[in-house]
C-alpha cells in the first residue's frame, strides 16, 4: 500500500504536489488546509485522512483534531501538533503531524513519527516538502521525503501596471503555479 502524506497546504495545493499523488492508495494530511477545495482535489485522487489544524477555522470545525485508524493493517495517529501527541506511542505503526513547516522523520521501536513538512507557500527558507510511505504486507513502513522544487517569485514586470501584475500572480496561485517567496 502506498500512501501520500503531507501538511501545511495554507491553501496552495502544487500541481507538482498532485503529480507526486498520482497512483496513491490513500492520502494523510497533517492539517492547516486552509480550505475545504483542497480536500475535494485531494479526494478525487484517493481516499484521504485528515485533521484539523490551528488555522483551519469555522469552515473545518467539522474535521477531527486527531485520528486513530488502521490502513494496511498498520494502525496510524494523526494530529497537527506533535505536542498533541499521546503519551504512549507504541500502539502506533505511523504517527503524522505537521505544523512546524519542517521536515522530521524518526523511529521510536516500531513506530514511525513523521512530519511531512510544508507543501504549501514557502516560509523563510525552508524546503517544500511532503512524503510517501510504502505499506509491505509484513507491515514494514519506508518512507520516502519528496522535496518540491522551489521556484523564485517573478520579478514584476516592466511596463505592465501593478493592478495587472497582481492579477497575474493571483491567477498562478489558484492554479498552483505561482510561489511565495
Not at 499523488?21 to 480536500?39: E, Q, R, S, Y
Not at 497537527?80 to 512546524?100: E, R
Not at 514511525?112 to 511532503?130: K, Y
Request: with cysteine; hydrophobic share 35%.
Amino acid at each position: 500500500m502506498k500512501i501520500g502524506i503531507l501538511s501545511d497546504t495554507h491553501g496552495l495545493l502544487r500541481q507538482e504536489v498532485v503529480d507526486r499523488l498520482a497512483g496513491v492508495d490513500a492520502i494523510l494530511h497533517g492539517g492547516d488546509i486552509n480550505n475545504a477545495g483542497i480536500i475535494l482535489t485531494l479526494r478525487s485522487i484517493a481516499p484521504v485522512h485528515v485533521v484539523r489544524g490551528n488555522n483551519d477555522k469555522e469552515w473545518a470545525e467539522d474535521i477531527p483534531l486527531s485520528l486513530d485508524f488502521t490502513l494496511g493493517g498498520v494502525r496510524i495517529f494523526m494530529t497537527h501538533k506533535k505536542k498533541d501527541l499521546p503519551a504512549d506511542l507504541n500502539p502506533f505503526g505511523l504517527v503524522v503531524y505537521g505544523h512546524s513547516h519542517r521536515y522530521e522523520e524518526e523511529r521510536r521501536g516500531g513506530t514511525v513519527l513523521l512530519n511531512p513538512g510544508s507543501c504549501g507557500p514557502r516560509r523563510f527558507n525552508q524546503a517544500i516538502t511532503m512524503a510517501t510511505a510504502d505499506i509491505s504486507g509484513d507491515g514494514h513502513i519506508s518512507i520516502t521525503r519528496i522535496d518540491i522544487e522551489h521556484q523564485p517569485p517573478r520579478r514584476l514586470r516592466p511596463g505592465v501596471d501593478l493592478k495587472t501584475q497582481i492579477e497575474i500572480i493571483m491567477k498562478e496561485t489558484q492554479r498552483g503555479k505561482a510561489t511565495s517567496p
